[in-house]
């Protein structure tokens, strides 16, 4: 079977993580800075080390065959292509942000402004979309100082914390797109069965990312509390303590409710909670 080529950024934000994601699939790989190309030892597979920007065109020209990167990268250079998968990370908002002391009050007021960006055509897309016209400036980098320089009314970025907003004397004023790492393929090969392989690899670590394995004991008498509190992958396992009329009970939940999960579980009487990370989870 051919070798599938997949696409990640060379180094940046979303490096790490999707070598993280690739390696956590089992794949077996080695992750030279100075390589621009990895041959996986343990799968038909090939990693390509790419500026981000280039990714979403790569994949779509066939160059390779599947891609991680930002949504706002896929959207900026308006390429056709499948998305297989939303990966969870590198998850940021695009907004217009303007000076702390400008009175802009709605989108509208910025027409015949002017905005800098390093993304011009969402930008456009969306100042067409509510029908207004703007001056975009396209600059590279820093696009946060063109107001302070005087270069723009306004400003159209990335923000994820808002803390270069801020040290910048800006405040958000739209937000215009959300966006996290997706994988992408060309249209028409999602049945490839190597894409099918890694893509079922991806999710299996993906849902066990979002939950613990959990381990307490409880007194058979809160028994039944406990288990209307657990809502598992599928029923728990009770197993008896050597200590009698008590039980072991393990299983698996969500990590986005485990506070108040642990907390309801140590008010019904669990004892001894251990929690532990998952590797995978095959459905
Ligand atoms: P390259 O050298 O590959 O062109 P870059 O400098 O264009 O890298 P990075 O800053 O590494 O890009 O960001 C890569 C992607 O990470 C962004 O396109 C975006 O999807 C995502 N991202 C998440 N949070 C942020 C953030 N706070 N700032 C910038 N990008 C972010
Ligand atoms: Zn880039």
């Known amino acids: 079977m051919k070798t599938l080529k997949i696409a990640i950024q060379k180094s940046g934000r979303l490096n790490e993580k999707s070598v993280e994601l690739l390696k956590n699939c089992g794949l077996s ?22 500026r981000d920007d280039d990714i979403p065109e790569y994949v779509q ?45 709605t989108v509208s007021d910025l027409s015949g402004k002017s905005i800098a960006t390093s993304y011009p055509v969402i930008l456009q897309n969306f100042l067409d979309k509510e029908g207004i016209s703007a001056d975009i400036k396209t600059i590279s980098g820093s696009v946060e100082i063109a107001p302070g320089l005087g270069l723009a009314d306004a400003i159209f ?66 028994l039944d509390k406990i288990l209307a509190l657990l809502p598992g992958v599928k029923s728990p396992s009770v197993l008896p303590l050597a200590e009698e009329g008590w039980v072991a009970v393990h ?33």
């Open 61 to 105: 020209d066939g160059i390779a065959d599947i891609g991680l990167v930002g949504e706002n990268v896929i959207a900026e250079t308006g390429v056709d292509v499948a998305y297989l998968q939303r990966l969870g990370f590198g998850k940021c908002t695009l907004k217009i942000a303007v000076p702390n002391q400008s009175d802009f009050k």
């Open 251 to 283: 299983t698996v939940i969500p990590e986005r409710d485990f506070w108040s999960h642990i907390n309801e579980l140590k008010t019904a009487g669990a004892q001894g909670i251990v929690v532990m990370p998952i590797e995978k989870i095959i459905l």
């Open 157 to 222: 970025d990335i923000v994820s914390t808002g803390g270069t907003l801020r040290s910048n004397g800006l405040k958000p004023f739209a937000d215009v797109m959300a966006s996290e790492a997706i994988l992408i393929g060309r249209k028409g090969e999602e049945t490839n069965p190597l894409i099918l392989e890694l893509l079922q690899r991806i999710q299996s670590v993906m849902r066990a990312k979002e939950t613990k394995y959990v381990v307490l004991n409880v007194e058979k008498i809160n």
């Open 29 to 50: 790989f080695d992750n030279y800075k100075s390589s621009l190309i990895s041959p996986v030892s343990n799968f038909p597979l090939e990693i390509l080390f790419l």
